[in-house]
């Protein structure tokens, strides 16, 4: 079974950036879709970006479009979103997501799912 493992995550202060990291041991991750996800205290899990296994992007929240981005790097079997410009808003557990087939900002459309890494915007 595909396990995902998150890292990068921490305290932040505002305007500041994190770049996280997804990577799955012993699997090729070249040949999954991922997408990081995330859940603010209190809130629904929300789809972020997606890269699917050509390279495609798919960016699922407005306010992020122009400070996250998804990447991969297939030679290192590791997918990363870098975030600039973190907003305390940006606060919430960040998950990493695996799909068999295509993205999808859909929780039940992601087939296996990370742990979590806490990313806290704070001064």
């Known amino acids: 079974q595909l396990q995902l493992v998150e890292s990068g995550g921490g305290l932040v202060q505002p305007g500041g950036s994190l770049r996280l990291s997804c990577a799955a041991p012993g699997f090729t991750l070249g040949y999954y879709a991922i997408a990081w996800f995330r859940q603010a205290p209190g809130k629904e899990r929300e789809g972020v970006s997606c890269?699917?296994?050509?390279?495609?992007?798919?960016n699922y929240v407005d306010s992020v479009k122009d400070r996250f981005t998804i990447s991969r790097d297939n030679a290192k079997n590791t997918v990363y979103l870098q975030m600039n410009s973190l907003k305390s808003e940006d606060t919430a557990v960040y998950y990493c997501?695996?799909?068999?087939?295509?993205?999808?900002?859909?929780?039940?459309?992601?087939?296996?799912w990370g742990e979590g890494t806490l990313v806290t915007v704070s001064s």
């Open positions: 890269i699917g296994t050509s390279g495609v992007i798919s």
């Open positions: 997501a695996a799909a068999v087939g295509q993205c999808s900002p859909f929780r039940n459309g992601m087939d296996f």
